[in-house]
């Protein structure tokens, strides 16, 4: 897992290291180092304001000693790195819940994203979680677009033991999401889970039915879910999303088969929310609190 992105770094804090740590020399190893995140998926503000932190953190440091040189950079872009992964507003939904239901109210949560980035699956392994907390779940077929999407969403229900809402394919999608929404509060249920079509961010048309769908249902949690895979079409992605309608946090998948981790470092930092979960296999169970500082050590050779 990043395995591409932590050798690089490796590399070029090795290299960066060789020699002592004055100010020219910084300046050319944090530019060696912006090259290789920007090289890796990482978008190039972020990359710049990776480099700027570990720059800071490092400058009036002042030593020959060559074996302590590759710790003190490890360190400061460790740091740097930590700071871009932990944004000021953070987002718990099992703890967002648990207080929904302990006033006796229900929590809607919308899945936005793009075609193939495994919003449903991901949906189905979040209802799994709150099963699994204790919470009661409905979920909502809001993709009345995608052929099978429908019966896609109904299969992993029956896995899970939870009920959907839905319509015909063509049917309204906000209508769909808001009668879920009104079921869940009728019965008590702890959870609305709302599925939707996969939009590019390009096409303002379909933008625009998610902005319907968002008015109309009125989501405690909006989530996007991004390809980790994708890259820098990943954040463009998600940056959309949340100019349209605001996100509240990120879920990205595959990140089991990411090499990199760019997507992961930029997302966070642009829209300014948390990645609250991680999709890191096929089965209901893989899906991971995201703990920026596990990500971190995962990047960094010495840590």
């Known amino acids: 897992m990043f395995e591409k992105l932590r050798g690089a770094l490796d590399t070029a804090i090795t290299k960066a290291t060789t020699k002592e740590l004055n100010e020219q020399n910084l300046s050319d190893a944090v530019w060696e180092l912006q090259l290789v995140l920007i090289q890796n998926d990482v978008a190039v503000e972020v990359a710049e304001h990776i480099c700027e932190l570990t720059k800071e953190k490092l400058l009036g440091t002042r030593t020959g000693r060559l074996q302590n040189a590759k710790e003190l950079f490890e360190e400061a872009l460790y740091e740097s790195i930590l700071e871009v992964l932990t944004p000021e507003e953070q987002l718990d939904p099992i703890e967002y819940v648990k207080e929904n239901a302990a ?3 229900s929590t809607s949560v919308l899945f ?10 991901t949906l189905a392994k979040m209802a799994y979680l709150f099963k699994k907390e204790g919470y009661s779940v409905v979920a909502a077929a809001g993709d009345t677009f995608r ?10 229900a029956q896995n899970i033991g939870i009920r959907v809402i839905r319509q015909d394919y063509g049917s309204d999608a ?3 999401a808001y009668d ?24 303002k048309n379909l933008i625009n039915e998610m902005k319907k769908i968002a008015r109309v249902a ?44 760019g997507a992961a470092l ?33 990047l960094i050779e010495g840590r």
């Open 218 to 261: 009125e989501p405690d949690m909006t989530l996007f879910v991004g390809d980790a895979l994708a890259g820098n079409d990943a954040l463009s992605q998600a940056r959309e999303f949340h100019d349209a309608i605001g996100i509240d946090g990120a879920i990205l998948t595959k990140v089991d088969a990411d090499p990199s981790g």
């Open 180 to 203: 879920a929404v009104a079921h869940a509060k009728s019965k008590k249920i702890d959870v609305v889970l709302i599925d939707t079509a996969g939009r590019m961010q390009s096409n």
């Open 174 to 176: 906000a209508a769909v």
């Open 147 to 156: 052929a099978g999407s429908i019966e896609q969403l109904q299969k992993h």
């Open 112 to 121: 936005v994203g793009v075609n193939g980035t495994g919003k449903t699956t």
């Open 266 to 298: 930029s997302i966070s930092h642009i829209t300014g929310r948390p990645i609250v979960y991680v999709g890191v296999g096929q089965s209901y169970e893989d899906l991971r609190k995201f703990d920026p500082k596990w990500f971190t050590e995962r």
């Open 103 to 105: 006033k006796g109210n």
